[in-house]
């Protein structure tokens, strides 16, 4: 009988790892066993009813997302909607203005174009003075050289002032009744002696004499007399003054118009027409003047409109 062998040193064995191990395998594999049973079973044993509420529920599940996003488009859609309603309203705010506007009534549109009409004649007026003395600006100043000038030469001491002239009245006076008003002409000018109070002067340019609001007031002041009567007293170089001022005011307001040559460049007298001289009020401020260029009321027939004489 073989003996055995003896051992050179201490052995390790494996026996227990192994054992532990196919034990632990086996446990594995058994509760996997177990679980795909019970499941089968399980999903083998629910009825149709229960499944079919699965999948609806899913369905459900997917409308209410889709639904979601619909309601966020519906809600921009509502917004846009609300914006554009508040255009629309106030383009229908705006349209119930402008309707208003075109149903004014027919008084006050006619009066509207009356105060158009009239404040266009002013301003028409008005650009007509100011061409009138811008054309002027250049002829007053040659002329303002041409004066000084003038009287840089003769140098008249104030002992040797020119005698002052004397106006009288001629034949056997002014009738009864006549107011006179003075105006002198000279040198491309005219001035309205002491109407109001005191002493105006303006161009004698065509375009000033017929847009000037003074004047105008005062040819419409005297037309409203019949026994008015302007004499214009004339310079040795006012000739063309005298034109167009009493073109003016025999024309356009049917005013009796009378000149008188004055010779020399004394001062004026005119104390011995202190009973016959007229007053009238002063001029209105601009924005009260009418329109320049409008006549009065034409006087009763048979008012004088030929020219007076008089004589120094």
């Not at 019949?226 to 004339?234: E, N, Q, R, T």
């Not at 001022?245 to 025999?250: L, N, Y």
Request: glycine residues 8%; aromatic residues 4%.
């Amino acid at each position: 009988m073989a003996k055995r062998r003896e051992s050179s040193g201490d052995e390790v064995s494996l026996f227990p790892f192994l054992s532990i191990l196919a034990c632990l395998i086996g446990a594995l594999v058994m509760i996997i066993v177990v679980l795909v049973v019970s499941q089968t079973k399980k999903a083998a044993g629910r009825d149709p009813e229960e499944v079919q509420r699965a999948i609806d529920a899913k369905r459900i599940q997917k409308e209410l997302e889709e639904r979601k996003l619909d309601t966020l488009k519906v809600q921009e859609l509502l917004a846009v909607l609300e914006k554009k309603e508040k255009e629309i309203e106030e383009k229908r705010q705006r349209f119930i203005k402008l309707r208003k506007l075109l149903d004014t009534s027919k008084d006050v549109q006619d009066r509207n174009k009356e105060i158009s009409l009239q404040l266009q004649k002013e301003l028409d007026d008005l650009m007509l003075e100011i061409d009138g003395l811008k054309k002027q600006q250049a002829e007053t100043k040659k002329e303002i050289e041409t004066l000084m000038a003038e009287i840089k030469k003769r140098q008249i001491p104030p002992d040797k002032k020119p005698p002052p002239v004397v106006v009288q009245p001629s034949g056997s006076g002014m009738a009864e009744g006549t107011k006179v008003y003075f105006v002198e002409a000279s040198g491309g000018g005219l001035k309205i002696l002491n109407a109001w109070g005191e002493d105006y002067r303006l161009s004698a340019q065509a375009e000033v004499v017929v847009a000037d609001t003074a004047y105008t007031h005062f040819l419409t002041e005297l037309a409203k007399d019949p026994k008015s009567l302007i004499l214009f007293l004339i310079r040795d170089d006012g000739a063309g003054a005298f034109n167009n001022g009493a073109g003016r005011a025999e024309s356009e307001f049917n005013i009796r118009v009378g000149k008188l040559p004055i010779p020399g460049r004394g001062d004026l007298q005119l104390d011995m027409f202190d009973a016959f001289r007229g007053k009238i009020p002063p001029p209105p401020p601009p924005s009260e003047v009418p329109p320049g260029g409008t006549p009065p009321a034409t006087p009763a027939p048979g008012t004088p409109k030929a020219g007076a004489d008089a004589k120094k």
